[in-house]
């Protein structure tokens, strides 16, 4: 039997074994098969099902074009919460903004868009104004989504795209950012900012040919704890419940045993000091902290598994975002004294099932 002669059930059961570059090349074989893969919702509603269970299905194919969206008042985005927001920026602007790593992650230098984000955020964990918080999206928004990424399309063209098709390509396309792209955060600063640090010095890149792109960046903080850490931010992410992953690997850095064990003679109380932390928040959605999980004893534990060859995936935490998002997050390590030290490859955030 001709594979132009299959009856669709079992075209659709072919196709749920393949990967999504062997379906477009599948497309291409026949005018069947094209008008199947490239125009039929329906094919696409199947595939979203197969590989991702009934419950992302319900979710991404009809709820989230279903529901309403939330209100300013239930999100804390109404006029007269961002003017007291704006106002307790203001206040905090000078001092701070530098010198604060919760500001560094939010680029509050730059404009307070960050801070009222968190703001927000922190309101609606602490004083819910309601508790139906729906995940919602306009198909406008969804497409827009798209054509901000590709701008090979245009705005006509991207509407002859089946919507299926493109929210599968949104669930299976990777969502990460690579450590070497992401932004330094040094708590150093200068009257009037002169001395500002913001990106990592391109030493504490290093080459691991293991690494997803063959580059790494080192994470440690100097004797004066200038440095500490990265930030990045992912843009416009879709409603969903996302885990939160790191690829790192660990290392000590016997160059600097000595000092360690200086420091340690000065005050024993700091030999198990080192801690780790992150953080992350979405615009329209909650944060997640893990905070007290990665200290020494995480360390010593994950270094005797992994050494300081393999690289291992960490699961930070967990966020829910609601509406079309940008997600903030920072990640440091301190007070290991350059001895202990974070490798970071990349960040990735993993739909929940």
């Known amino acids: ?132 918080l729906k995940m919602s999206l306009t198909i406008e928004e969804f497409f827009e989504h798209y054509f901000n990424k590709n701008k090979k399309l245009t705005k006509e063209n991207i509407f002859q795209i089946s919507l299926c098709k493109l929210i599968y390509f949104y669930l299976i396309e990777p969502k990460r950012l690579l450590g070497v792209d992401m932004c330094g955060i040094y708590l150093r600063c200068s009257k009037y900012h002169l001395h500002c640090f913001n990106s990592i010095c391109s030493k504490n890149h290093e080459y691991d040919l293991n690494s997803l792109t063959g580059q790494c960046v080192r994470l440690y903080s100097d004797e004066l704890l200038y440095q500490s850490g990265i930030k990045g931010k992912f843009k416009s992410i879709l409603p969903g419940i996302y885990d939160i992953i790191c690829r790192i690997k660990l290392d000590k850095n016997d160059k600097y045993l000595p000092y360690y064990n200086e420091c340690c003679s000065q005050d024993p109380s700091v030999e198990k000091c080192v801690e780790c932390y992150f953080y992350a928040l979405a615009d329209y959605g909650l944060d997640c902290e893990c905070d007290g999980k990665m200290d020494f004893d995480w360390f010593e534990s994950k270094y005797l598994l992994h050494s300081n060859v393999d690289w291992f995936n960490e699961t930070m935490g967990r966020i829910k975002v609601f509406e079309l998002s940008d997600i903030y997050f920072g990640f440091h390590i301190r007070y290991e004294f350059r001895y202990r030290n974070i490798l970071f490859d990349y960040i990735q955030l993993n739909i929940v099932k």
């Not at 098969?33 to 039929?40: G, R």
């Not at 239930?74 to 307790?88: A, I």
């Not at 203001?90 to 500001?103: A, D, E, K, M, S």
């Open 1 to 132: 039997m001709f594979l132009d002669n299959l009856p669709h059930h079992a075209l659709y059961n072919l196709c749920k074994y393949l990967c999504l570059i062997d379906i477009i090349n599948l497309s291409r074989t026949c005018k069947r098969l094209y008008i199947l893969i490239e125009k039929d919702n329906y094919f696409w509603m199947i595939l979203i099902k197969n590989h991702f269970g009934s419950k992302l299905y319900q979710l991404y194919v009809n709820e989230i074009f279903q529901n309403k969206k939330n209100s300013d008042y239930v999100l804390y985005r109404t006029d007269k919460d961002r003017e007291k927001f704006e106002k307790s920026f203001r206040n905090n602007l000078p001092r701070y903004v530098c010198n604060i790593w919760l500001f560094n992650v939010l680029n509050c230098k730059d404009n307070s868009d960050g801070y009222l984000t968190y703001k927000s955020v922190l309101k609606r964990k602490f004083y819910p104004r309601t508790n139906e």
